[in-house]
């Protein structure tokens, strides 16, 4: 059983949008905090966003403040990722994290998706 399933990745152009998708398997989740990361060739895995279990907290790295967004719709037992203003800097394979604290660091997240992948072209 894969715990938690990315989607909505692909090709887009420097200044543009995507948003990507989180699905959980079940509703335990809704008592994660939920972070995004990502990993470029070359690079280690960095912390993209986190929001807390009920939506009351969020956090940002500073690459990407002001221009991803990140929510969750506990109804569906999603999160999102809504990336503006894209940058070629942003391509990154992109995965969804489930910690049960509010973390940044990505040894701490207990589940992990496959991965989607972001690539921006200038």
């Known amino acids: 059983q894969v715990p938690l399933v990315e989607s909505g990745g692909g090709l887009v152009q420097a200044g543009g949008s995507l948003r990507l998708s989180c699905a959980a398997s079940?509703?335990?989740?809704?008592?994660?905090?939920m972070g995004w990361f990502r990993q470029a060739p070359g690079k280690e895995r960095a912390f993209v966003a986190l929001?807390?279990?009920?939506?009351?907290?969020?956090y940002y790295a500073d690459s990407v403040k002001g221009r991803f967004t990140i929510s969750r719709d506990n109804a569906n037992v999603t999160v999102y990722l809504q990336m503006n203003s894209l940058k070629p800097e942003d391509t990154a394979v992109y995965y969804c994290?489930?910690?049960?604290?509010?973390?940044?660091?990505?040894?701490?997240?207990?589940?992990w998706g496959q991965g989607t992948q972001v690539t921006v072209s200038s």
């Open positions: 079940g509703r335990n989740f809704n008592y994660y905090a």
């Open positions: 929001i807390s279990w009920n939506g009351g907290s969020t």
């Open positions: 994290a489930a910690a049960v604290s509010e973390v940044v660091e990505w040894e701490a997240y207990d589940y």
